[in-house]
């Protein structure tokens, strides 16, 4: 096979390369897996209606977030464990996103410490934006250590992943038998604090049920760094999360991974957009494959949009060549959508771009 020409065709790739049980982790969501294919064929039910003779001039696709500058209103979105897709891991995901002017979500369940993602980001460009997400954990005082790690390391944002009051139940992982991370790869950000020999023990995240906006109140109680809200379909939680202070909030549903049925993340923007109101940025992942997707997201109410897998296939794919190629890809396919579309920014995707039902 050529050179992958879209993010499709990055995910063969990735399937040729990878371990065929590390690959079902990546590709793979809740039980019947319904979430997971209504994400990118809600993309496809919906038609955009260009504007024609604006004069609207190439695109610029730049955009403010929480402060930050970003190259365009694509982000990463927080994936687990990059070392099953590449040796270099995070290091070379963030090293890919940096040079592209993207803002990278690093997770929590990263395979390398946050601190050293920091510091390539940081090699790579002079001003890289990275966010940090969390699983609050029960634990108040691990949770804090993490949150320091998270500061020190200059991360300008907390994403705070409410969806994962349990873990969705996987039958591809049950059924591969893939439950451990193999010898040698860990949870760098999940050891106990004061290890810095890397000698010891790496704890498992923990995922309650008892989790509630009170956490969110007590996260608010002992960081300034702007919250994020991410896992929000319902627009009374929208609302909710803007009166408890959030930052900006994420409609997501966990890329299928969380609560099997639950509707596609595209088909919920618009009903958390309105009930936000413009108060703080909403953005939305779940589906997105192609610049058309990112300006159908736009265009229904999100300020931006991220993406979880099609990062990963690149990874697989190529490291950080890979990770650089996919988002280059998905650049020039917002770029040439916009200006099929008459807009000269992100901004200008309004409503009126998109038809409800099929082309
Ligand atoms: C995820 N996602 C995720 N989200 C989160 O908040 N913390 C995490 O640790 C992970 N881990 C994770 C691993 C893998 C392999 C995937 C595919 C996804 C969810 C992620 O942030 C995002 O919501 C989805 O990936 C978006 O959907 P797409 O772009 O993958 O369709």
């Known amino acids: ?24 982790y990546f590709a793979s969501g809740a039980q019947d897996e319904v979430t ?25 696709l730049g955009v403010a977030l929480l402060g930050g500058e970003a190259s365009m209103p694509v982000l990463l979105a927080p994936t687990a464990f990059h070392r099953l897709a590449h040796p270099d891991g995070e290091r070379a995901t963030a090293r890919a996103a940096a040079k592209a002017g993207v803002i990278m979500i690093a997770a929590m369940l990263s395979t390398v410490a946050i601190e050293e993602v920091a510091a390539e980001a940081r090699k790579a460009a002079p001003d890289p934006v990275l966010w940090f997400q969390l699983y609050p954990q029960p634990d108040t005082a691990f949770m804090e250590a993490v949150v320091r790690r998270a500061e020190s390391a200059g991360c300008r944002a907390l994403v705070v992943t409410a969806d994962s009051p349990a873990l969705g139940r996987n039958e591809r992982g049950d059924r591969n038998g893939f439950h451990d991370l193999p010898p040698g790869v860990r949870c760098e950000n999940l050891r106990e604090p004061g290890d810095p020999a890397r000698t010891g023990h790496v704890r498992q995240v923990v995922l309650t049920p ?11 109680g002992i960081t300034d760094l702007p919250i994020i809200v991410k896992g929000v379909l319902h627009p009374d939680d929208a609302r909710l999360a803007v009166e408890r202070g959030a930052d900006a909030v994420i409609v997501s549903n966990h890329g299928g991974r969380q609560l099997d049925t639950a509707p596609a993340s595209i088909t919920r923007l618009p009903l958390v957009a309105d009930a936000v109101a413009g108060r703080v940025p909403v953005l939305l992942d779940g589906g997105v494959r192609r610049g058309t997707d990112v300006v159908k997201a736009l265009a229904l109410g999100a300020d931006a949009v991220a993406i979880g897998r099609p990062a990963l296939w690149g990874l697989a794919a190529a490291g950080e060549d890979g990770v650089a190629d996919v988002l280059g890809l998905l650049r020039r396919e917002l770029d040439n959508a916009l200006t099929l579309c008459g807009c000269a920014t992100p901004g200008e995707a309004g409503r009126g771009l998109v038809q409800e039902g099929p082309c």
């Open 1 to 24: 096979m050529g050179a992958p020409v879209n993010v499709r065709e990055f995910e063969d790739l990735a399937r040729e390369r990878l371990d065929p049980v590390h690959y079902d």
């Open 36 to 60: 997971v294919r209504a994400n990118e064929a809600a993309f496809a039910r919906l038609a955009l209606v260009p504007r024609v003779l604006r004069g609207a001039g190439p695109p610029r």
């Open 210 to 220: 008892e989790l509630s906006w009170d956490d969110l109140d007590r996260l608010r």
